[in-house]
């Protein structure tokens, strides 16, 4: 199955989740079983050799992305969550919005130092949830080895938040444009 398919699967909901936003519905791609299949097995080719124990999977829909992607990479399953909604001791890092701020949390034992850790999530837009991600998981002494998106929206330059980290994002579907 080529990119082209699976970007035909991608379904854009104009004014969601308000005017001027072209959402970007993965719904009808994760919907289909092959191209499913195809989408994790892409997204995880670049890192099988990158010795990845931990996927640091970035709440909700990197959680869909970042159980597939553990599995076929046989490594753990680290939750990035919205603060308050893990129930262990958690480490915190706060980010800016283009309409307020949010907090995301890391359990402060999601993986032992030194650990090789791949950021994923279904989205990177700004980069504010990647980076406090990052943060997160260098907080906890994580080696980054690399941060997986399915979609990347270039224009939004999400990618330049995450060079501080030492990371080029790998994502499967970029547009330049909503």
Do not use: C
């Amino acid at each position: 199955m080529a990119l082209a398919d699976l970007r035909k699967l991608v379904r854009d909901v104009p004014g969601y989740p308000k005017p001027g936003i072209v959402f970007k519905d993965l719904t009808p791609l994760w919907a289909d079983a092959a191209a499913f299949k195809e989408m994790t097995e892409r997204l995880v080719e670049p890192f099988r050799k990158a010795g990845v124990q931990t996927v640091a999977a970035v709440e909700s829909r990197g959680l869909i992305l970042g159980s597939a992607m553990a599995y076929l990479l046989e490594a753990g399953l680290a939750p990035v969550r919205k603060a308050g909604k893990l129930p262990w001791n958690t480490v915190k890092a706060s980010y800016k919005l283009e309409y307020g701020s949010a907090t995301a949390e890391l359990h402060a034992d999601a993986f032992p130092e030194g650990t090789r850790v791949l950021l994923v999530d279904d989205l990177l837009a700004t980069g504010g949830t990647a980076a406090a991600s990052l943060e997160l998981i260098q907080t906890l002494k994580g080696k980054v080895v690399g941060a997986a998106f399915l979609v990347e929206l270039t224009f939004l330059k999400g990618a330049q938040r995450l060079k501080p980290f030492g990371v080029t994002p790998f994502s499967l579907l970029q547009y330049d444009a909503e």
